[in-house]
């Protein structure tokens, strides 16, 4: 079955620097989505991306889709401690088709 | 206009007792999503159900788990004769279910303890 994987799974930055997630597919998806998830709370989405090579921002946050549209990417710059969390990426195959999440990266930020 | 909205947000049960967990999508949607989430884990898809009917299950476990989003009132996930390892955070997730699969708006989870 389709399987999304993230990496790091893990990361621990200094409030300022930067911060990126890959995120990787087994199979060519029909959109990619990032979601966030509090610690202790549930995930909240981000961003939706549909068109092959799309490039989306949103203040600090950067979003890809690779050319093959199988590969995506996060990045935020000058990390805040309200970045705190786990990123998800999700992909969808098609219409009517279940969300397959990635397997997350937890982003630590400290001062 | 409220959220999606699962009750209860915890639930203690002990071996062998069956848990009912509920999930009322937002309003105007009609797609239904059942995600499991073991601590400091991933989210598992489980089953994507429209009213009345099944779209997806492939996350289901064969024995023991049951869905259903029946016309009138919220949709349900059963689990009989819980056992330790069904312990985790269950999350409800809705969409308006038009076209391509979109954004999905997440309810607070409900949180399976199994003694």
């Known amino acids: 079955g389709q399987q999304v994987m993230q990496i790091p799974q893990y990361q621990h930055v200094q409030e300022g620097e930067d911060f990126t997630t890959y995120c990787n597919s087994s199979t060519t998806l029909s959109n990619i989505q990032w979601y966030k998830q509090r610690p202790g709370g549930h995930p909240v989405f981000l961003i939706q991306?549909?068109?092959?090579?799309e490039v989306k921002k949103q203040k600090r946050l950067t979003f890809q889709f690779g050319e093959a549209k199988k590969n995506s990417s996060l990045h935020i710059t000058a990390t805040q401690t309200t970045d705190v969390g786990t990123y998800f990426c999700?992909?969808?195959?098609?219409?009517?088709?279940?969300?397959?999440f990635g397997t997350g990266t937890r982003l630590q930020v400290t001062l | 206009n409220a959220g999606v909205m699962q009750n209860p947000r915890h639930l203690v049960r002990r071996r062998g007792q069956e848990a009912r967990l509920r999930c009322s999508p937002m309003?105007?949607?009609?797609?239904v999503y059942w995600y499991r989430q073991l601590p400091e884990e991933g989210l598992k898809f489980m089953v994507y159900l429209q009213k009345e009917n099944i779209i997806d299950e492939s996350g289901m476990p064969k024995e023991r788990f049951s869905a259903e989003f029946p016309k009138e009132g919220p949709s349900i996930l059963r689990i009989q004769q819980v056992v330790r390892g069904d312990s985790a955070a269950y999350f409800c997730?809705?969409?308006?279910?038009?076209?391509?699969?979109?954004?999905?708006?997440f309810g607070e989870g409900s949180r399976l303890t199994v003694l």
């Open positions: 309003k105007g949607h009609s797609h």
């Open positions: 999700a992909g969808a195959t098609g219409t009517a088709s279940k969300l397959t």
């Open positions: 997730a809705s969409s308006p279910g038009r076209g391509d699969t979109g954004e999905l708006f």
């Open positions: 991306l549909v068109k092959s090579g």
